[in-house]
């Protein structure tokens, strides 16, 4: 299994401001996702955060909006940029294990922005 | 496309047997994920089905037919805290990790 920790638990912020979200896994893994859940609907995938080279974005979502690093196999960022009140969301990382097997949600990081 | 189809909503009574059901279509097929989801909190991990039939695990159980495209999770003597979201999601190629998830069951059980 894996343990994951995302700061923050939760912001409000304000329209045209940016918020960094980090995700920390307590051991290595392959894969790591980011994920948007808007309230009462299911999980929407963003990007695919890649060790050492650019993350790999859905339909929909673009690296100026949501910038992404992974610089080691344990820890990566989500950047909410310039942000307006549809960017309201749950925002949750994932990690996939050596096993393959199953995915791991970390607690999810409640964004409202006004 | 790839599309997953789940119940919005399902209710169940407190004790009973109730059957949530999960059909898809997608261009590959690489495993089927059962997921809970209470309120407010994060999805966690519940079943993997990869081949045809019947994995039991306590008071959950999941089912697949892959040539049917069809999977069901069933939870048996049932008690308040199952009441959540049930999300079925696929795995659709082995060559990466990606998930297509549906838009999840919301099981409301009554006492």
């Known amino acids: 299994s894996a343990v994951i920790s995302q700061k923050p638990s939760r912001d409000i912020c304000q329209r045209g401001t940016s918020l960094t979200i980090q995700c920390q896994v307590d051991?290595?893994?392959?894969?790591m996702f980011w994920y948007r859940q808007q309230p009462g609907q299911s999980l929407t995938l963003i990007a695919t955060?890649?060790?050492?080279?650019?993350?790999?974005?859905e339909s929909g979502f673009v690296i100026d909006k949501f910038p992404i690093s992974r610089p080691n196999l344990t820890f990566s960022t989500l950047t909410v940029s310039n942000m307006s009140p549809e960017d309201s969301s749950i925002y949750l990382c994932?990690?996939?294990?050596?096993?393959?097997?199953?995915?791991?949600f970390g607690p999810g990081t409640r964004l409202t922005v006004l | 496309g790839q599309n997953i189809d789940q119940p919005t909503e399902m209710t169940a009574t407190e004790g009973a047997i109730v059957q949530i059901n999960c059909t898809y279509q997608t261009s590959g097929f690489n495993g089927l994920f059962w997921y809970q989801q209470h309120a407010g909190e994060a999805p966690t991990f519940l079943s993997y089905n990869v081949l045809d039939g019947l994995e039991e695990k306590g008071r959950f159980s999941s089912f697949l037919s892959r040539s049917k495209g069809y999977s069901y999770l069933l939870l048996k003597e049932l008690q308040m805290k199952d009441s959540a979201s049930y999300l079925c999601?696929?795995?659709?190629?082995?060559?990466?990790?990606?998930?297509?998830w549906g838009a999840g069951t919301k099981l409301i059980i009554k006492p």
């Open positions: 051991s290595q893994v392959t894969m």
């Open positions: 994932s990690v996939e294990t050596l096993a393959g097997d199953e995915q791991f």
């Open positions: 999601a696929v795995s659709p190629s082995d060559s990466n990790y990606q998930l297509i």
């Open positions: 955060a890649n060790q050492g080279s650019e993350a790999t974005y």
